[in-house]
Each structure stands twice: as C-alpha cells, then as structure tokens.
C-alpha cells in the first residue's frame, strides 16, 4: 500500500476562482482570463508576501450565464462577465484596495 503524502500550500490572503467550464463561456475566455493572471498578479505584487492570491481554475459554479464568472475568496464576492481588461479595475480595487467593484458583482456572501 501507498503511504498518502500530505500536501503543502504556500499561504495566501485571497484565492480567487474562475469558471473554465465550457457552459459558462464557450470560445474559452475563462482560460484566457486565468491565463492572463499570472502575469497581472505578478505586475501586482499579489504572487508572492502578504497580499499573495491563490489562483485556481473550476469547472462549474453552477450560475452558468453572462460569464466568464470569478469568485473571490474569502471575501464571498462573485463577479460575472468579466474580461482580461475588467479584471485590471478588480485587481487595483478589490485585491490591492480592498474595494469590490460592486457594478460586476452578481452575488456576495
């Protein structure tokens, strides 16, 4: 039998989620936004320290219009038809000003 390995994470303030599926967009735009996140996060500061996010891909939310759907978490905040050039505002306001930009915001906890 295999011994199971615990896994590690580094720690993170925020993780933010975004719907890849292909119901919530269906040229991939969700792919293109979590693509592009990597090089805004690090633009930002927000790859590495305190302010770190998580950035992590989903298949489905479950509220499969007007996508592509990010959700950040642990702020609760759900946000819907969000583009690579949206996802600038959200990055200064809500990540690094603590401000969600409540125009795009369908949900919140």
């Not at 269906?26 to 690090?42: C, I, M, R, T, V």
């Not at 219009?65 to 905040?77: A, E, N, T, V, Y």
Request: glycine share 8%; proline share 4%; aromatic share 8%.
């Amino acid at each position: 039998m295999t011994e199971l390995i615990k896994p590690k994470m580094m720690n993170y303030h925020r993780q933010i989620l975004v719907c890849v599926g292909e119901r919530c967009t269906k040229n991939g735009e969700g792919q293109a936004l979590y693509d592009a996140l990597k090089e805004k996060f690090q633009n930002a500061g927000l790859n590495k320290g305190d302010l770190r996010v998580k950035k992590t891909r989903a298949t489905c939310f479950g509220s499969c219009k007007s996508g592509p759907l990010l959700c950040i978490q642990p702020d609760g905040i759900w946000y819907y038809d969000i583009t690579v050039e949206k996802l600038d505002r959200i990055i200064d306001e809500h990540l690094l000003n603590d401000k969600p930009v409540m125009e795009w915001v369908f949900h919140q906890r």
